[in-house]
């Protein structure tokens, strides 16, 4: 179909893939901005075709009738397993979707399920995720293309429970959609109300040690009490300095280090402007795309340019005053952005590298994001509630293609107690896997966590928060492949009560008209916490 032929085709129905949203009792549906995703209706499972013949075979040799018995003893044994779970103060932490009637007839063996803190709020699936997948448990989460099912379910409030949230109507599923929330996102939590569940799928060959060993991994992350250590012992002199400043000018891309930089209204000067998004328009990262670590931007001020390197390839060149002219909408971290993607010839030098078809996009400036403000909690004073609460008052800063906030900042007394704790030295672990702005040094361990106020120099700065890591911060630089530190470390001694695993301080600029920098050597002083 030729792309101007597009307009005239006027799809009437759809399946999995091609919509950003969609409802179950209502004509609404949303259908996804690409043509190629708008149209594939399902992606044929080519790759395992070779597998079909030893599949088949095996259900012959065990038949459907010992499979599914087998199956289904598991998720009876896994939804009574959840179904128990419950915290010191009896609330429970589990909420399990289903099984009112509990026949092999009618139940096939998937348990679905959202787990919950002890004051009853949603811990999101994401997290759940995040934390599984560390432990080599492979689950699913979201709507799982089931958007009636999905609805239903997380619409029954269990009053028996005192949840306050509200039912997942038809108009609120409408409203998560105009603030950005599409079916594959990571927004798990919208308005305090979840956007998807947990699906268990027991598969034939698993066993009740299997499923023990998966309740033990929810006991011992989300349930049981885990205490971030404010304070760290260190013979280091308290003399807090800036050891070095890195700027990331494309999203996800490796950073560059300078000794001085010039602060903007957005953070570092050019830091995020620029994104890689995919086919959808949603940015791509090095989870998705781990080669994105090897390509290295550099920006030369003197001569108005970003030189952009990978391995065996010319080096592309971009005129930092020239803005593209075709306007491009994307998705970053749950937000609609406006930008302006370069022309194929730039787009083809990244999807070339990096083995994916991904374009090249520029912010607008015209176009403001801002930094994410969590909502006031009352719970115990911790890292986590204390830096929440300091929000609630202060105004938001606006940012570029950036996560959440302007700045990073980790310590180097940090990060050598996370590599120690790893307990391998060969594992290739330095400030670079958390992908700061600024680099601390002469400040003991996790001191950082306390910040509220601070001036580098004669900058002002604000924190926003520790930052909640993924697994992008265990990509190899060298084989490109992901593994679980030092994520899996961090979540030993770093991990909240709602399964968060915090790393580094976020912080905001008080900006102002005043042309500023930070310099290597800049003194940072801090109240409220040292």
Known sequence: VKNDSLGALNKKYWGGGTVSVSLADESYVKFRTKPEDRF???????????????????????????????TYALSIYLCESLDSLTYGSGSKACLVYGWENRNIEEQGPIVCFNMLNEQGDYIGYSVFEKLSSLHNFHIRTGCFCNPGACQKYLSIVK??????????????????????????????????????AIRVSPPYMATIEDISKFILFIKENFIQEHQIPE????????????????????????????????????????????????????YVNQKSVPALCQIQPNIDLENKIMKIDAPNMETLILDLNYYPNIESSCRVCGDRALGYAYDKTISDWFSSFTGYNIDLIRKSPTYTRYT??????????????RAKNLLISQPKSTISF??????????????????????????????????????VEGLP??????????????????????????????????????????????????KTDDGKILFGVLFSYNYNSVRDYVNIGDRIEFVNGE
Request: with cysteine; net charge negative; proline share 4%.
């Open 40 to 70: 594939e209706d399902g992606t044929i499972n080519f790759m395992n075709i070779i597998a079909l013949e030893k599949g088949i075979e095996q259900i012959q040799n065990l038949s459907i009738n010992l499979i599914s018995g087998h």
């Open 159 to 196: 009053y028996w429970m005192l949840l306050t949230c509200t039912d997942l109507t038809n108009e609120r599923i409408k409203k998560n959609f105009r603030t950005g929330h599409v079916c594959w996102d990571d927004n798990d939590i919208i308005d305090n109300y979840p956007t998807g």
């Open 231 to 282: 304070i760290y012992t260190s013979n280091v002199t308290v003399n807090p300095r800036v050891s070095k400043i890195v700027v990331y000018p494309i999203k996800s891309c490796n950073g560059f280090e300078i000794d001085t930089w010039e602060l903007g209204e957005t953070g570092f000067l050019y830091d995020r402007e620029w994104t890689l998004v995919d086919t959808r328009g949603n």
């Open 372 to 385: 994410k403000r969590p909502e006031a909690i009352t719970e115990e004073p911790s890292i986590w509630s």
């Open 402 to 439: 950036s996560n959440e906030a302007q700045f990073l900042i980790v310590s180097q007394e940090s990060v050598r107690v996370v590599k120690e704790k790893t307990g391998n030295a060969n594992i290739p672990i330095d400030y670079t896997n958390f992908r700061p702005n600024i680099v």
């Open 445 to 494: 361990p996790f001191q950082e966590d306390n910040w509220e106020h601070i001036t580098i120099g004669r900058s002002s700065f604000r924190s926003n928060g520790p930052c909640n890591r993924c697994r992008m911060v265990c990509v190899d630089k060298e084989s490109l492949l992901i593994g679980n530190e030092p994520l899996k470390t961090l979540s030993s001694f770093r």
